[in-house]
């Protein structure tokens, strides 16, 4: 009977302090959103802080861009002229190196072209 009252005592004592202290916790300081937002404010404030922006990384200009087979008109011939794929050297902004290429017309015949600076291949008429 007497561990009957002892426990009754703690429970009444639990049931008492223990909303208390749980109300303590989530009482907003001042200025908080609301009445139970200390809580969630420290949460937003932990989740929400900003990133750090690291500089865009600047991308090199490759050394050599790869031309596919083309085809392009050349003074002197009949039909278009088939320019095979080749890789050519930035020299400049506005300049490249082009190696010899060999180019084969509609009806088989081949043109030399000597290697060379040129235009960019976007900028040219000819190979």
């Not at 930035?90 to 030399?112: A, C, F, K, M, Q």
Request: net charge positive.
């Amino acid at each position: 009977m007497r561990l009957r009252r002892v426990l009754l005592g703690v429970a009444v004592i639990l049931n008492v302090a223990v909303p208390q202290v749980a109300w303590s916790q989530m009482k907003s300081p001042p200025g908080g959103t609301t009445p139970g937002g200390a809580i969630f404010d420290r949460l937003h404030d932990a989740t929400t802080r900003a990133v750090p922006q690291a500089p865009s990384p600047t991308v090199p200009t490759p050394e050599a861009t790869w031309v596919p087979d083309r085809y392009v008109q050349v003074p002197g011939t009949d039909g278009p002229v088939l320019v095979p794929g080749h890789w050519e050297r930035r020299l400049s902004d506005h300049e490249v190196y082009t190696p010899p290429l060999v180019g084969r017309t509609p009806n088989g015949d081949t043109i030399n072209f000597p290697a060379g600076a040129r235009p960019p291949v976007n900028e040219r008429q000819a190979p």
